[in-house]
């Protein structure tokens, strides 16, 4: 079978190239002609040149293509929001209609947790956390989360060509830790905990997994996902607090110490969004308007329909993440964006 991966060249889609190629596949690599080839070095792949912008490029990547994982998408917090909808949406409905054109027999969407919308109820007012599933939907304003705006729009769009027949099944990881993070951007968070860089951490959650469960999930997904439907692709649930503790103490550091509450985080957007043109921050200033979140997830579905694993330790994959990071001593890469001629970091892509 011939296999197209869009984002080939980045964190999850690289992983799932050599996934795929273990299995005897034979992949087709979608990148852009300014995309790095570090992590796709000697192996034996078919490549496509394009951008998601360019319908006529991915018009043609996709012929003689029998199955697609839509991995590629923008990978910064900090791009504008008009960028984002143009790669993620417009750039999803290419891919998607491209597909549909060619007769692809099954597309595996690559969207985000984030998609799933806001816990409804304040953390303050729980007894216990409320496990977000695929249920839930967006329920969040737009400008304040556009990263994960956006993608709730592209699954939109999945839906739709779901309904003109094609066959796409959605997966959703979390907060995705491990070795080959190329561009810095999901594994930041880990990288400025290490060095101590970090100023300040906010109360709230997140889930976390390891970048093989993740690729995992991919696969099976594409074996014995349902047509139409997604699948939460999550690890561990940990306080940012917890999971900044376990990356010091593993890192032999000693981990953050201030904790803003959440009132305090909100009302430090405007000030930080000026300063983000020039202090590097692990994630967007924006995401401080859903800080005290917990945003902890159910991944029952998966486990039950795809039969993925029990989620490797969160440990294992920052570890990897740490042991990696320790032999990349390129400095071009030190910023964590994958820059083009003439590209910004806000514009990184990974494609």
Not at 132 to 139: G, V
Not at 183 to 210: D, E, M
């Amino acid at each position: 079978m011939r296999i197209l991966v869009t984002g080939s060249t980045g964190f999850i889609g690289s992983h799932l190239c050599r996934a795929l190629l273990a299995q005897g596949e034979t992949v087709r690599a979608f990148r852009r002609s300014s995309s790095t080839l570090r992590l796709l070095d000697g192996l034996p792949l078919e490549h496509a040149l394009g951008d998601l912008t360019e319908p006529e490029s991915v018009e043609a990547a996709m012929q003689d293509v029998d199955a697609v994982y839509h991995v590629a998408g923008v990978t910064s917090n900090r791009g504008s929001a008009g960028r984002m909808y143009t790669v993620m949406v417009e750039g999803t409905r290419t891919v998607l209609q491209a597909a549909l054109n060619a007769g692809v027999q099954r597309l595996v969407y690559t969207s985000c947790v984030t998609s799933l919308g806001v816990p409804e109820t304040a953390p303050a007012r729980r007894t216990q956390p409320v496990l977000l599933n695929e249920n839930h939907t967006w329920n969040f304003r737009g400008d304040r989360w556009p990263i994960g705006y956006t993608k709730y729009l592209a699954e939109l769009e999945v839906q739709k060509a779901v309904a003109q027949g094609l066959d796409v099944v959605t997966v959703n990881p979390g907060f995705v830790v491990g070795a080959q993070d190329i561009y810095r951007q999901t594994n930041a968070l880990v990288l400025q905990i290490a060095q101590q860089k970090l100023p300040f951490l906010i109360s709230g959650g997140f889930n976390f997994v390891h970048v093989m469960d993740v690729v995992e999930g991919h696969l099976a997904a594409m074996q014995s996902g349902r047509s139409g439907e997604r699948y939460i692709l999550g690890g561990t649930n940990l306080s940012y607090v917890a999971f900044a503790r376990m990356v010091a103490e593993i890192a032999g550091v000693k981990p953050p110490v201030l904790v803003l509450p959440a009132g305090v985080a909100r009302r430090l957007v405007r000030p930080l969004t000026l300063l983000q043109r020039f202090i590097s921050f692990p994630v967007g200033v924006e995401t401080l308007y859903v800080a005290g979140q917990l945003f902890f997830y159910d991944n029952r579905k998966a486990r039950t329909e795809l039969g993925v694993s029990v989620a490797r330790p969160i440990e294992t994959a920052i570890r990897e993440a740490l042991a990696w990071y320790r032999q990349d001593e390129q400095p071009s890469l030190v910023t964590g964006e994958e820059q083009g001629p003439g590209e910004s970091p806000e514009n990184a892509v990974e494609e």
